[in-house]
């Protein structure tokens, strides 16, 4: 659980732009339809700050660092999840595979309570809520946030992964990648392969 002494003493909060120090830039639907055909992985945040869970659907989630492990994703404003997010002091980001479409489309509808199926979700250890059939899901204390625009930049200090189910049906889709392109939900497999690369 949320600890607001703990979170107090080690988090930053950074105004990272001053919207008055901006040129003139495109306007939020030229914005918008730039980035309409570039995909975005498919992750679902969850947070509990003492009041109850919350949960939302992000293809912001980027990793930044492996050393030290920082990963960071960003909230609107106009998300109900995100003062819930911003008050708790660690976050379970799920990375999403293609048979998590329907929970990504869930956290993503507005009103709708993503907690309601009781076996869909538990609690690590720690207090943090989890869906359990995400194939990955990554623990993490909130180590900054940093507003930009109508969002908030959530840097998160990852302390351990945990993994899903590992039955058929699990493996079978966990290593297809749930993607977000032109405004419709995408699996990546073998047939999407161009080229191997190793980093």
């Known amino acids: 659980m949320s600890k607001t002494a703990d979170r ?3 988090r930053r909060h950074v105004a990272l732009i001053d919207d008055d120090s901006l040129e003139p830039g495109l306007s939020a639907d030229g914005f918008r339809e730039a980035f309409r ?3 975005g992985g498919v992750a679902v945040v969850t947070a509990d700050a003492g009041l109850g869970p919350v949960a939302l659907t992000a293809t912001s989630v980027i990793s930044v660092s492996a050393t030290p492990p920082l990963l960071v994703f960003s909230v609107s404003a106009l998300s109900s999840a995100t003062p819930t ?3 708790s002091s660690s976050v379970v980001v799920h990375l999403l595979g ?3 479409v329907d929970l ?3 956290c993503a509808t507005s009103g709708a309570d993503r907690f309601a199926d009781t076996e869909s979700w538990a609690r690590l250890a720690t207090g943090e809520p989890y869906f359990v059939a995400a194939p990955v899901c990554i623990r993490g204390s909130i180590a900054a946030t940093l507003a930009a ?3 908030t930049l959530v840097v ?3 302390t351990h992964a945990h993994y899903g189910p590992t039955d058929d049906a699990a493996r079978s889709a966990g290593p297809r990648p749930l993607v977000y ?3 419709t939900w995408h699996q990546l497999d073998e047939l999407s392969q161009l080229v191997s690369g190793a980093r």
Do not use: F, K
């Open 8 to 10: 107090d003493q080690t």
């Open 37 to 39: 055909n570039h995909p």
């Open 85 to 87: 997010i911003l008050e």
């Open 98 to 100: 293609a048979g998590q």
């Open 104 to 106: 990504a489309r869930l």
């Open 149 to 151: 625009g109508a969002s």
């Open 156 to 158: 998160v200090n990852a």
């Open 181 to 183: 392109h032109n405004r």
